[in-house]
């Protein structure tokens, strides 16, 4: 049974550059949401993905974006990279948008330079 | 004020102790709810859901009290391995957003 996967697992951009990262849900499950989380801080809810739409959105600027692909793997999009995106980008999948628990890839780890 | 507020701690407790986190959510319309433990530079990982009438796993204890907007968890018998840090979840289904406290970091000491 393959749990939730991302790729890359480390990454090093410098201010001002364009990153993508990868998501495949838990096996059965149909939803993705993406999280940031900074050091010493909860995840920050940044969006939810399901039936390939954004469905929510957590306060976040236009710069992050994401799609959702039919086989309901996501990505996660990051424009004009400042310091402070630097962060572990988490993903997580569940079973439907509403009530069911999520459960969370091992991440990506960004370091803007 | 935060959405969700958890005492950050840290608690420092030795192996055998019964410990107990609190978390408070203030938005009335969340519906679901869920501890997780995060261990250090790794994912959350779900420890349990949490249900109205209260709920046991073993050790692990959960109780809601959706009138005060309170949520707690309380470990019997800590062990070693209990220590992580401890996140409390509040989610709105019809929003389809779950929102993070920021976690209760526990050490459990032999």
């Known amino acids: 049974d393959a749990g939730v996967t991302q790729s890359p697992t480390h990454l090093i951009k410098t201010r001002g550059q364009q990153v993508t990262l990868r998501c495949s849900p838990k096996?059965?499950?149909?939803?993705v949401s993406w999280y940031q989380q900074a050091l010493g801080q909860g995840p920050q809810f940044i969006f939810q993905?399901?039936?390939?739409?954004?469905?929510q959105r957590g306060n976040f600027p236009d710069r992050f974006s994401g799609h959702q692909f039919p086989n309901y793997s996501s990505e996660l999009n990051v424009n004009a990279l400042l310091l402070g995106d630097s962060a572990l980008y988490l993903c997580?999948?569940?079973?439907?948008?509403?009530?069911?628990?999520?459960?969370f890839g091992d991440g990506t780890r960004l370091s803007i330079l | 004020r935060k959405e969700v507020e958890q005492d950050p701690g840290p608690f420092n407790v030795p192996e055998g102790a019964t410990v107990a986190f609190n978390c408070t959510y203030s938005n009335s319309a969340s519906q679901s709810f869920f501890w997780y433990r995060q261990d250090c530079r790794k994912e959350p990982k779900l420890l349990m859901s949490v249900y109205s009438s209260g709920n046991e796993d073993g050790r692990f204890t959960a109780q809601l009290n959706r009138a005060s907007q309170y949520i707690s968890l309380l470990i019997r018998d800590s062990k070693l391995s209990d220590s992580a840090t401890y996140l409390c979840?509040?989610?709105?289904?019809?929003?389809?957003?779950?929102?993070f406290g920021d976690g209760t970091t526990l050490t459990v000491k032999p």
């Open positions: 993905y399901y039936e390939e739409e954004e469905r």
């Open positions: 096996s059965g499950h149909d939803t």
């Open positions: 979840v509040v989610k709105n289904t019809n929003a389809g957003k779950s929102t």
């Open positions: 997580a999948s569940s079973l439907g948008p509403g009530e069911q628990p999520q459960h």
